[in-house]
């Protein structure tokens, strides 16, 4: 469906934030990926899986409340990733989430956020793959700045509503067993341009239970499983793969070294230097990092939980609102959110949870929240009388209710 970016137009942009009474409702961004297989989880139309053609890859992921572009090779458009608001009903003006928060400064992210970031610092994926994916680690901030980026936080959740089927493998492998060695590590990145490294027989892997999640750091090396996954994470997009081949699928030493220095690419100390050892090898990985849901309020006709927490980045919650009610919910920090389940209003716009979308058709499931409409409270009314009304609510590190530590098991 055609649409037009329009210029940069602060008339444009207040008009549509005070239209929506400190409310913006956003297009839906899905970003193609060269590797691994699609999930088809997304709601998006068969037909449109490789919209932007094959050598782009499949479709296989969905931004949310993003003002980053995607590193996503030379073929990306300079736009890709990048969160688009809709200026009108159909969604056929719209302007970047990008440009808002540059016109509107703290009148869109509160005045804590853009003192300490200048911008919006987060956003949030759905990750679709059917297939798991490689054996892989996101920079920290002091490697990322050596090659002008900055470092890449990450939290999951996994959410029932959009996991009809559980891929090939529905489990993660975190760091490496306790015992490994460096020089284990080491012997295994040797043989990367030779044979399969098989790199996940040193790792541990952790079965993906659904409507819970984990929270990854900076440094310690992963490979999700095939499960749909929301993803809250730090404004970044740098990752270095240490498996060479993973689901039959082989990757080039690039994929190992692209955000390393020049000079030091074929330097394997500098890249093992990129791992967190003592996370990857931590023997309580689980206790430490594993995210159960932590109730955060209820009342009548709803109640809200923890998915994301106990980190110094990004939190997130989730909603759910009963057949027929009608609540008003106030957050003391601006957000992105995203409908999962259901449909009826949020605030002054209609919402509901897509079935099935064709590549560039609006949507009514995605929207951002000011700090002053968060604080106000955002009414939100379930017309279903069947169906909860779910919605998926990202933050930033500035909300100050998030949970700092992780509960107890048991």
């Not at 798991?132 to 939290?155: Q, T």
């Not at 900076?218 to 809250?232: F, K, N, Q």
């Not at 209003?345 to 995605?366: I, N, V």
Request: hydrophobic residues 35%.
């Amino acid at each position: 469906m055609p649409h037009d970016i329009l210029a940069t137009t602060p008339r444009a942009i207040r008009e549509t934030f005070d239209r929506g009474r400190g409310i913006l409702r956003l297009a839906p961004i899905f970003v193609p990926r060269r590797f691994g297989q699609a999930g088809r989880r997304l709601r998006l139309h068969p037909d449109d899986e490789y919209a932007l053609g094959t050598v782009r890859g499949s479709i296989k992921e969905r931004w949310f409340s993003s003002v980053i572009r995607c590193m996503n090779g030379p073929l990306a458009a300079p736009d890709e990733g990048l969160s688009q608001v809709a200026a009108d009903d159909g969604g056929l003006e719209r302007f970047y989430l990008r440009d808002a928060v540059e016109e509107l400064g703290a009148g869109l992210i509160g005045p804590s956020l853009m003192e300490r970031f200048g911008t919006w610092p987060m956003y949030s994926k759905f990750f679709d793959y059917g297939t798991p994916l490689f054996h892989h680690l996101h920079l920290d901030f002091e490697a990322a700045a050596r090659v002008g980026r900055i470092g890449k936080p990450e939290s999951y959740y996994f959410p029932p509503q959009l996991n009809n089927h559980l891929g090939t493998l529905p489990a993660t492998y975190f760091g490496f067993d306790p015992d490994v060695t460096k020089e284990e590590v080491r012997r295994r990145l040797e043989g990367y341009l030779q044979r399969d490294t098989r790199i996940t027989e040193l790792s541990r892997a952790y079965r993906i239970e659904l409507g819970t999640g984990w929270f990854t750091p900076p440094g310690v090396i992963h490979a999700p499983g095939s499960v749909l996954t929301y993803e809250p994470q730090w404004n970044s997009d740098v990752n270095s793969v240490f498996e060479n081949i993973a689901s039959g699928e082989v990757y080039p030493y690039e994929f190992l070294v692209e955000n390393c220095p020049e000079e030091r690419k074929l330097d394997l100390d500098y890249v093992l230097s990129l791992l967190d050892w003592e996370k990857n090898v931590d023997p309580q990985y689980r206790k430490h990092w594993f995210r159960p849901k932590v109730a955060a309020a209820a009342g009548d006709g709803y109640s809200e939980s923890w998915i994301a927490y106990a980190n110094d980045y990004v939190a997130a919650k989730e909603l759910t609102v009963a057949p027929g009610a009608t609540v008003r919910i106030m957050d003391p920090a601006a957000f992105g959110c995203i409908v999962i389940q259901g449909q009826g209003r949020f605030g002054t716009h209609d919402c509901e949870s897509c079935g099935m979308l064709r590549f560039g058709q609006m949507s009514g499931d995605e929207f951002f929240v000011s700090e002053a409409a968060a604080r106000e409270g955002v009414v939100v009314e379930n017309r279903s009388r069947w169906e909860p009304l779910v919605i998926l609510k990202h933050f930033g590190p500035n909300h100050p209710d998030m949970p700092k530590t992780v509960p107890e098991a048991g």
